[in-house]
């Protein structure tokens, strides 16, 4: 643990050295099904799997205000299945070839002063070089891909998932209307999407590693693409950015991280329970953000943690950070105000430059100054009446889901083809043909082995591509792998619960 965090103490200082924003590292080189200790190991967000369902979280949570999570028609999705609707062939524009006449040169007396050019914004023009495949596609070359708020720009021998921009466009909308912050408005780029840079890991399997944000765009790799949790999360850092380049304290801009993310799968699993597994279950951010000792964050004052790690925490200083935001958003409905209250007090310079670190009473004064200056004693108050508030073990509702897919992920040493946590379901059907074509056409890799694990009491029918009923299997009865030759989709039979449903029956690689 102690390495761990000195680990995570270093990223953090690497990372403010570089003048880099703070980063959402993901580690998934555990199995799906270990993940509870996953997400101890590494120093920054990780998913667990909490299998123990607790009624007062859940219901708790229901009390929790969410006027601002009002869904506008912009977040429904388009029903295009489509990726995107043509793509169409790049066209460079050939320079005009008429030669212009040289002017006569004016005898110029006063040279006029160059007049410092103002930053402007080009946009990028889309480059769409997909392959497209049953579902999904593989960039074939160099992809610039256009998002209403993003703008990707993703490497050869990429694959992009079924409907991406369509999910994207759902997750950013919904990330502006539940932050109040909004991705365009900076002036530097005025007119331009956020940048989001895509790495490929091209000498290993993997397509997992760090992500990470700064004040000109947001980092992140392939396999971030297939699982949308990290894009959210460093996303939430460059609307941060968008309103102002200051670099806060961990638990300041960690918080609006954590917490926007946290909203964002709330927002999910209530209005589109079908892409649960894009963002993550909102137990996922429990798992991820856990105190395990209060009184250590009790016994110093906010101030303290500015400039100190809370060793209780898993992910440094991440977990105060949500429970602060948790409880501005709850108490004063505005858990983004002081970044621009901020600004407007001590205006950062904006420019494509890197930001600067406030200083850490500028940091405490900012929230007194906006929230009262009782603001922290009150939200340990507040804490100690709602720790339970953060305990993880909440199911995840896709019960209002119909059919759903799931992507595997290709981690350090192995193939994680999983839901990752626990799910209610009403008469759901999960596709695989999505996930087996993306491992035999874009990973190389066979599936003939592919055997289904699902917690006992399911019951399950299995059918072909064409829809056809195979065989109905369940109710399962203790350990029971269910082979998978043929299958192209599973229906989990009724109403019921599941802690698991992962998929297995992959050789182990050596990067
Ligand atoms: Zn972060």
Not at 360 to 386: A, M, P
Not at 426 to 452: F, H, N, P, Q, W
Request: charged share 25%.
């Amino acid at each position: 643990m102690k390495t761990c965090r000195r680990k995570g103490l270093l990223l953090l200082m690497a990372v403010l050295l570089l003048g880099v924003g703070a980063c959402a590292t993901k580690n998934n080189d555990m199995p799906q099904n270990d993940k509870a200790e996953e997400g101890k190991l590494t120093e920054e967000i990780t998913p667990t799997e909490a299998v123990m369902p607790t009624e007062e979280v859940k219901s708790t949570e229901e009390g929790k205000s969410t006027e601002a999570v009002t869904p506008t028609e912009e977040v429904k999705p388009t029903a295009t299945p489509e990726l995107t609707a043509t793509p169409e062939p790049t066209v460079t524009p050939k320079p005009t070839a008429t030669p212009k006449p040289t002017p006569t040169p004016k005898p110029t007396a006063t040279p006029k002063p160059t007049p410092t050019p103002k930053p402007t914004a080009t946009p990028e023009p889309e480059k769409i070089n997909i392959e497209y495949l049953t579902s999904g596609g593989i960039t074939s070359d160099e992809t610039v891909l256009k998002t209403k708020h993003l703008v990707f720009h993703i490497p050869a021998n990429v694959y992009i998932p079924e409907n991406f921009v369509e999910t994207v466009d759902i997750l950013t909308s919904a990330m502006e209307n539940l932050s109040g912050l909004k991705f365009e408005g900076n002036p530097v780029y005025s007119d331009e999407r956020t940048k989001v840079t895509v790495e490929k890991i091209t000498d290993a399997e993997r397509e997992m590693g760090s992500a990470y944000a700064s004040p000109d765009g947001v980092y992140i790799c392939s396999g971030d693409l297939l699982d949308l949790y990290a894009l959210v999360h460093e996303c939430s850092h460059a609307l941060q950015f968008n309103q102002s380049n200051w670099f806060y304290c961990t638990w300041a801009m960690e918080g609006i991280s954590t917490y926007t993310t946290y909203k964002v799968q709330k927002y999910v699993e209530e209005n589109y329970p079908e892409l649960v597994y894009m963002v993550g279950s909102v137990d996922q951010s429990f798992g991820n953000f856990t105190i395990t000792d209060y009184e250590e964050l009790y016994s110093h004052p906010m101030e303290y943690w500015v400039d100190n790690i809370l060793e209780c925490s898993w992910n440094d200083n991440y977990p105060i950070g949500f429970r602060l935001m948790w409880y501005l958003d709850e108490t004063y409905g505005e858990y983004t105000k002081w970044i621009s209250e901020y600004e407007k007090i001590n205006p950062y310079y904006r420019s494509r430059d890197m930001g600067n670190v406030i200083q850490g009473e500028d940091q405490i004064q900012i929230f007194k100054t906006v929230y009262g200056e009782t603001v922290f004693e009150d939200f340990y108050l507040w804490l100690k009446e709602n720790e339970a508030l953060f305990e993880s073990g909440v199911v995840a509702d896709l019960s209002g889901a119909k059919e759903v897919w799931v992507y595997p992920s290709c981690t350090y040493s192995q193939i994680v083809y999983s839901m990752g946590f626990s799910f209610q379901y009403e008469d759901l059907l999960v596709d695989i043909a999505v996930g087996r074509e993306y491992l035999e056409e874009y990973k190389g890799k066979s599936t003939k082995d592919m055997v289904l694990l699902v917690s006992v009491g399911t019951t399950l029918e299995l059918y072909d591509a064409e829809g056809n009923l195979l065989r109905t299997e369940g109710p399962i009865q203790g350990y029971h792998p269910i082979a998978l030759d043929g299958v192209s989709s599973v229906k989990l039979v009724g109403s019921g619960t599941t802690s698991q449903f992962v998929i297995e029956g992959f050789e182990n690689y050596k990067q």
